[in-house]
């Protein structure tokens, strides 16, 4: 099946420094990817909506200034999480949509990135 | 209000045993619901996708129906290992959502020995 990494899978960062999260799409390429934001004993959240050469779409409350999303290929998003402070510390996960796919739905999920801040 | 309800919450059953979680949406209408396996500190993998016409999918010991009338789903986990301990998540899609899911909160299994 389709792969999407993740790179970091885990990073540890001083309050106020800026982190970026890498998401890939191994073998296909995505058109759209989804970033995703799961705290603890809870379900995803969306965070926002990248789509290759265009700017991302957020959800409701989440700051672009803040995350700022950049897909630049089809193969390849980044996530940055600007000034990080403590209250962003989560699990972020991205997801890959297949251009190709049999079914425009298809979706594919990276393996996480656990974000810690001190 | 979520369009996508679980239950149980959490659920603990002996290593053999079968156990069945349950889906409830009110999306509508849907293109597809899934079923994801989550383990901790993991990224969610997909079990079982179904369309609207699709009453039952299996993957292994995995077992998912879809009754699209009473927009209900089950997953079944028929003779349990500890590997199954993990988070499912009932998720569904709509037609023109350019690929926004609806994610189910989740049933937590944990599997004893």
């Known amino acids: 099946g389709a792969v999407v990494s993740q790179h970091p899978s885990w990073v540890i960062c001083k309050s106020g420094t800026s982190v970026k999260i890498e998401c890939r799409s191994l073998?296909?390429?995505?058109?759209?990817m989804f970033w995703y934001r799961q705290f603890p004993k809870q379900s995803l959240m969306l965070m926002a909506t990248?789509?290759?050469?265009?700017?991302?779409?957020?959800e409701q409350g989440v700051e672009k200034d803040k995350f700022l999303i950049n897909h630049a290929s089809l193969t390849l998003s980044t996530l940055t999480v600007t000034s990080a402070h403590p209250e962003d510390s989560s699990f972020y996960i991205c997801?890959?949509?297949?251009?190709?796919?049999?079914?425009?739905?298809?979706?594919?999920f990276g393996p996480g990135t656990r974000l810690l801040v001190l | 209000k979520n369009q996508v309800e679980q239950s149980p919450q959490s659920l603990i059953i002996l290593e053999g045993k079968n156990c069945t979680l349950q889906?409830?949406?009110?999306?509508?209408?849907?293109?597809?619901l899934r079923w994801y396996k989550q383990d901790t500190g993991r990224g969610p993998v997909s079990l079982t996708i179904?369309?609207?016409?699709?009453n039952t999918k299996s993957n292994g010991r995995y077992t998912a129906t879809l009754d699209a009338d009473t927009k209900q789903s089950s997953l079944h986990i028929t003779a349990s290992q500890l590997s199954d301990s993990a988070s499912y998540i009932c998720?569904?899609?709509?037609?023109?959502?350019?690929?926004?899911?609806?994610f189910g909160a989740g049933t937590q299994v944990v599997v004893t020995p």
């Open positions: 179904m369309t609207f016409s699709e």
């Open positions: 889906c409830n949406y009110t999306v509508s209408p849907f293109s597809n």
């Open positions: 073998d296909f390429q995505a058109t759209t």
């Open positions: 998720v569904v899609s709509a037609p023109d959502s350019w690929g926004k899911l609806q």
């Open positions: 997801s890959a949509r297949d251009r190709g796919g049999s079914s425009q739905e298809t979706q594919y």
């Open positions: 990248s789509n290759e050469g265009s700017k991302a779409t957020y």
